[in-house]
């Protein structure tokens, strides 16, 4: 089953992002979904080359956002794509059947069309307001995440759903109660002076009812 901690990297240069990524790894961290907006492909190329590296070093899952092309040409793990991007059965004809393809989801109908057209996971949120996304999504917040969760119960939908936007340590008990699978963050690990110990405290959280 996937890893349950998705780690979003951040930063506005190769040498940031690079820097935010392999400190995340350091820390523990085993799943990288590379995001670098607005970029030239050269540089999310040379980005892409580096993290790849990195990853298999770490034996780290290594997922890249929005970019299918790139996602192929570097041979990722996989890819993660958003609302607005390339359609899940779209991408899973040209990556093939081996590769992971995440779907960014907002409501319960973005969860059914993804699940019917072959997504592994699911990227369900926002779940708060966050400055990490432009152009954001309604916000969920909990009882969202109940209602939906709800509904894929009812629907007999089994998909892995990872909460995203906005989560920090205390969210996370209340968000595992509605039956979430994991959580994808950035700001909180980019952020934190204690990335191992704050990577370790969410696993903790994350795995507490996991029979291994």
């Not at 892995?160 to 936007?165: L, R, S």
Request: glycine content about 8%; some cysteine.
């Amino acid at each position: 089953m996937y890893n349950k901690l998705q780690y979003i990297s951040q930063g506005k240069t190769i040498e940031q992002q690079l820097y935010n990524i392999h400190q995340a790894l350091d820390a523990g961290c085993d799943w990288i979904q590379m995001r670098f907006k607005n970029q030239t492909a050269k540089n999310s190329f040379a980005l892409a080359e580096a993290v790849k590296f990195l990853c298999e070093e770490y034996l780290a899952n290594f997922i890249v956002n929005d970019n299918l092309y790139l996602a192929q040409q570097i041979a990722a793990d996989g890819v993660h794509l958003g609302l607005s991007d390339m359609k899940i059965d779209e991408a899973r004809a040209i990556l093939g059947a081996t590769k992971i393809i995440g779907g960014t989801a907002n409501t319960f109908e973005d969860i059914v069309n993804h699940a019917k057209n072959g997504c592994d996971y699911i990227g369900l949120g926002p779940f708060r307001f966050t400055n990490t996304k432009e152009k954001l999504s309604p916000i969920l917040g909990l009882a969202g995440y109940y209602d939906i969760l709800e509904k894929l119960k009812k629907n007999n939908i089994e998909i892995p759903i990872y909460a995203i936007g906005g989560i920090t340590l205390k969210d996370l008990n209340p968000l595992i109660e509605t039956g979430i699978h994991g959580i994808a963050v950035s700001g909180i690990i980019t952020k934190s002076d204690e990335k191992e110990l704050l990577i370790q405290q969410l696993n903790e959280k994350l795995y507490a009812n996991v029979i291994v």
